[in-house]
């Protein structure tokens, strides 16, 4: 398995994830839209024959916040740790931006992502009543990137204000 940030011609195989994985329809375009956005915020990871089985589309924010817009693991490879592997390697290229926090918005109804979130350090910080499309509420979840780094990660972090 890789992990990496998503190349030109990903583009099929992460559509193809979105697809079958989340409960919104989004159309391809949207791929394109996050790649011209923040290029390094975009991850994929790859099954061992180079195809896409796991996406997700970051994006920069106001206020030194990355946000998780799409995140979606194809369901025969749950529970394997590429979710994790994904969210790190996302984490470690808001760092490399200067970002502080990642925030996502998750439905309410979804436990296991949101137990999934919760134990990689994200706390729900708003309730959005019919944030969904279809009315369905969601909560707004944020994880601080320097809460518990070394002393030195801080200092660092407060030098690039």
Known sequence: MEIR???PGDENGAYSVMY???DQ?????????????WPAGQIVA????????????GARLQNRKA?????????QYRGRGIGSSMLQRF???????????????VRDTNVSAISFYRRHG???????????????????MELSLFRNAPTGAVSWMNGLS
Do not use: K
């Not at 994200?122 to 707004?140: A, K, M, S």
């Open 25 to 37: 329809y989004f159309t391809q375009d949207v791929i394109g839209y996050f790649m011209m956005q």
């Open 20 to 22: 079958h994985s989340l």
């Open 122 to 140: 994200f706390v729900t910080t708003e309730n959005l009543p019919g944030f969904y499309n279809d009315g369905g509420d969601g909560i707004r």
């Open 5 to 7: 940030v998503m190349r």
């Open 91 to 105: 984490r470690q290229a808001a760092i490399m931006e200067g970002l502080g926090t990642i925030q996502l918005e």
């Open 46 to 57: 790859l099954d061992f024959t180079g195809r896409v089985i796991g996406y997700l589309a």
């Open 67 to 75: 946000s998780i817009h799409l995140f979606c693991v194809d369901s």
